[in-house]
């Protein structure tokens, strides 16, 4: 079983795009890894075939984006009765976690589907993450309670602030973190770089981070950027 590492009492997430980053993850002190597919598109649900695979290669958890397209995160009945499925199918190929979010048109949280999905999860044992879609939502402490009483066990959130500049939702990030943080996990992510990781975790006090590490590849896909991630995790070990 997967204990984990903690670097500085901090719990590193690294968001991941395709298999052999991920592979190339795992070889560093990590402690979960999100898993996609088309990063370039913000993430989308990776394969089954590639989920099955990393669990027998690798040890560090895997929690799998769910989410079939790009754009909104407001879905017609069809590709939410879809997204069901998927992340069945994910959780029975080996899934730690699934990392999804659904919103109604005027951007509040859309509890009945977030409720049934949660509940879908729980009922493998797996963690039910709310993604980034909640710093779409107009009321952050409203929301958090809501997500709460979902079941919803971790959100990934930059506290509402507008990508790349996660500083400025840190105070808020610290402030549910203060308010909620026995009964719901919230993990910064959302531009957090190597120049700015030490003030992300110090000021929202989260004990907890989720970064990319990523570059343009050659093949015009995002990949892993290995020296980024060496010196981001220098950031963490230094502090």
Sequence with gaps: MYNGIMINGTLIEICIGNIQDAIKAA?????????????????????????R??????????????????????YSE????????DAEGMLKAGADGIVFGFLNADRTINLKRT???SDLIHSYHKEAVFHKAFDETDDPDRSVKELISCGIDRILTSGKAVYPD?????EILHDLHEKYHDRISLLPGGGVRIENIQDVLRISECGQV??????????GFLELDEVQLKEMLKRIETM
């Design 166 to 170: 996660i500083l400025k939702g840190c």
């Design 27 to 51: 070889s560093y002190p990590i402690d979960r890894i999100e898993l996609n597919s088309a990063l370039e598109l913000g993430g989308l649900s990776p394969s089954l075939e590639t989920i």
């Design 53 to 74: 695979s990393l669990k027998e290669m690798i040890e560090v958890p895997l929690c799998c984006m769910c989410r079939p397209r790009g754009g909104d995160f407001c």
């Design 210 to 219: 989720h970064m990319t590490s990523k570059r343009q590849a050659e093949g």
């Design 78 to 85: 069809v590709e939410y009765q879809t997204m069901l499925k």
């Design 115 to 117: 409720g049934m999905m």
